[in-house]
């Protein structure tokens, strides 16, 4: 109790310090004419307000300055902020009747901010004005319109407010709900300020509910957050007086009953002293203390007259039904406008009708005159078009002749390029056959007359022109099933494949391959694979194939150039792999003897080949640039003649 005591001597201090004469701050008045709009002027005053939004002294300061200033927004913004300043000591009448004009004003100019806190204005005097079910009406007006614009803080205090209307209407278990809500709400967004009001409420309603343990709880963290408004405090501690009472505890309840007359007395709040006055009196009466009793009843009586009288209760009635008088007119108006607008419309629709009648009948007369000329027309077109359908059926078969044409003399190339390639092993086949049929006979003549010697040497001579037989027989299977491969598309599944392995594992396996062949061949195998590229979607068995054939031709390459004898020459095949904007890259160079410039154009097509015969068909290439066609890539060659060559795919990612 003696710590409660300390914080309300420093806060009745406080409270009892006369405002001083105040001047509109430069910095303010700055940032106030710096923005346009209604709603952007009001934000920058009730953010000059702050906590003590519709103050006295600030408020009448800044009133005198607008209305100097002929600023009619200015002027409607703290005027509704005084309004709900007033609505505290009771003053209901006036603030109704203010606040409808403000809010006529604020939908007119499409000021929506403005509107929320005229809603706030005067769902606050209805509630002053005991009018309960009009006053939640009008705060949830205000709760949609701070939904709307995303005003978190007024939504909190919106939530708090339709707490209280339902703890003055008698409802508790609805007022409960809300106020837990604007509670909840408070931790959540850490607006410790407000936490005073929400409590607060949540105490009242338990109080409503005659459950004192629990409102006493809620009221004792209140003590934390006492604030320098003075009608949060009164209502506070009017709380404390009538939770002590419903417990019996007589002189901390007539202690803070004290306290609210003080602080409601000095600050004009009527509506607070009037609840002490008639607790007061309950208590007295229940302590069968007469003279206190008839002494609170007294006051109280004299309190309620001067806020509730009949003649008040008359003008907040005629105000709302004046009210509802100039929104029907208004609407009145609106109609009558709307049909006046429909009345204009019907009105340009008939000339506009009348009009288009005239000029259709005129253009029909034109209309007939036009057909005949059409008719004349179409049958010209119609001689027109049967003579182009008969050029356009000559003109497809012609066409047909010249495709056909086209396929026949591609056709001729392709099979003059297969006999040309398959027709030397074939003569190599026929020579040494026809030869070796000589040997036979040449043989069995020898072997006839016992000369063994010769026959064996014969025996060998034949035994070698087999040899060359397998040999070129070999070579035309080879040629053979080259076009095969070159002819059959792959029916293999694209899939996800690291293509650094894939390089790196064929560049091994051409590599021991050709030693194999070639025991003394050596080489220096380098590799420059970009570790960011990843997996990409290929045919791994066809790019496989591809990067076979590339790495081959360049350990092939670099082995003729060994063979030259150069001293300092030492032979290297480099893959690299690199990723561009959209593709990647796949690099196999070498420094052999290159690619003369006059037959790079021609090493993809198919049998051309720079190997001597019988050591290529040349029909690799060909076959690599198909399969890279094919995964939407392309093939590109840099060489230099001597100095080595490269060969680039690049695979689209």
Same mark, same amino acid.
């Given at each position: ?324 008088? %100039?929104? *029907? =007119? @208004? /609407? ?6 709307? $049909?006046?607008?429909?009345?204009? +419309?019907?009105? !340009? ?26 008719? %004349?027309? *179409? =049958? @010209? /077109? ?6 182009? $359908?008969?050029?356009?059926?000559? +003109?497809?078969? !012609? ?48 072997? !006839? ?205």
């Amino acid at each position: 109790m003696k710590t409660s005591s300390v914080c309300t001597l420093v806060l009745l201090f406080l409270l009892s310090m006369g405002a001083v004469g105040q001047t509109v701050p430069e910095d303010f008045l700055k940032k106030y004419n710096s923005v346009n709009t209604s709603a952007d002027k009001g934000k920058c005053l009730l953010e000059y307000f702050g906590d003590e939004i519709g103050l006295d002294t600030t408020a009448q300061t800044l009133l005198s300055y607008f209305i100097s200033q002929n600023d009619p927004i200015g002027v409607d913004y703290v005027r509704v902020f005084i309004n709900l300043r007033q609505n505290t000591t009771g003053e209901f009448t006036n603030s109704l009747k203010v606040a409808f004009e403000i809010l006529s004003r604020f939908e007119e100019r499409r000021d929506r901010f403005g509107e929320m806190w005229s809603f706030a204005a005067l769902a606050n005097s209805y509630a002053t004005a005991k009018n309960y079910d009009t006053a939640i009406v009008f705060y949830r007006r205000e709760l949609a319109l701070a939904k709307a614009l995303n005003e978190k803080g007024r939504y909190l205090n919106v939530i708090n407010d339709i707490g209280y209307a339902y703890y003055q209407a008698k409802k508790p278990d609805s007022g409960i709900v809300y106020a837990k809500e604007a509670v909840k709400l408070s931790y959540q967004n850490k607006y410790t300020s407000f936490l005073l009001y929400a409590l607060s409420t949540l105490g009242e309603n338990y109080i409503e509910k005659r459950e004192y343990d629990s409102a006493l709880l809620v009221l004792r963290e209140c003590r934390q957050y006492l604030s320098t408004d003075t009608f949060a405090v009164a209502g506070i501690f009017n709380d404390f007086a009538e939770c002590f009472m419903g417990i019996n505890k007589n002189d901390s309840a007539f202690y803070y009953a004290n306290l609210v007359i003080a602080i409601a007395s000095r600050n004009h709040l009527k509506p607070e002293l009037l609840r002490c006055y008639e607790n007061l009196y309950r208590f007295f009466d229940k302590l069968n203390i007469i003279d206190s009793s008839s002494k609170y009843f007294r006051l109280a009586t004299i309190t309620k007259d001067s806020l509730y009288s009949i003649e008040k209760f008359r003008l907040a009635q005629e105000i709302t039904f004046g009210e509802q008088l %100039r929104r *029907k =007119e @208004e /609407i009145q108006k609106k109609i009558a406008l709307q $049909n006046r607008l429909r009345f204009y +419309l019907l009105l !340009a629709g008939i000339i506009f009708f009348l009009t288009l009648a005239a000029f259709l009948y005129r253009n029909n007369l034109h209309k007939k005159k036009a057909n005949e000329l059409l008719q %004349r027309q *179409k =049958e @010209e /077109i119609e001689i027109q078009r049967d003579r182009v $359908n008969q050029a356009i059926q000559e +003109l497809k078969s !012609a066409q047909a002749q010249l495709i056909q044409s086209e396929k026949m003399a591609s056709l001729g190339e392709l099979t003059a390029g297969i006999a040309h390639e398959i027709q030397n092993p074939l003569n190599f086949v026929n020579n040494f056959s026809e030869v070796s049929n000589e040997l036979i006979g040449e043989m069995k003549q020898e072997l !006839a007359i016992g000369n063994t010697q010769q026959a064996n040497d014969i025996a060998d001579d034949l035994k070698q022109n087999l040899e060359k037989i397998n040999h070129h027989g070999r070579r035309a299977d080879a040629i053979v099933k080259g076009m095969l491969q070159h002819s059959v598309r792959s029916s293999g599944q694209r899939e996800l494949t690291d293509i650094n392995v894939l390089a790196g594992e064929y560049l091994r396996l051409a590599y021991h391959g050709f030693r194999a062949k070639d025991k003394n061949f050596t080489a220096q195998i380098k590799t420059d694979f970009d570790a960011s590229i990843g997996k990409i979607n290929i045919v791994p068995q066809d790019i496989g194939r591809v990067l076979l054939n590339l790495i081959n031709n360049a350990f092939y390459a670099v082995s003729e150039k060994r063979k030259l004898g150069a001293a300092s020459y030492e032979p290297r095949v480099t893959a690299g792999t690199k990723r561009a904007n959209n593709y990647i890259e796949i690099r196999i160079e070498d420094n052999g003897n290159g690619i003369p410039q006059k037959i790079v154009d021609k090493i993809f097509q198919p049998f051309f080949t720079t190997k001597p015969t019988g050591q290529g068909t040349g029909l690799g290439l060909s076959l690599a640039y198909d399969i890279v066609k094919a995964h939407g890539g392309e093939i590109k060659v840099n060489a230099n003649e001597r100095e080595g060559s490269e060969m680039i795919i690049q695979l689209p990612v």
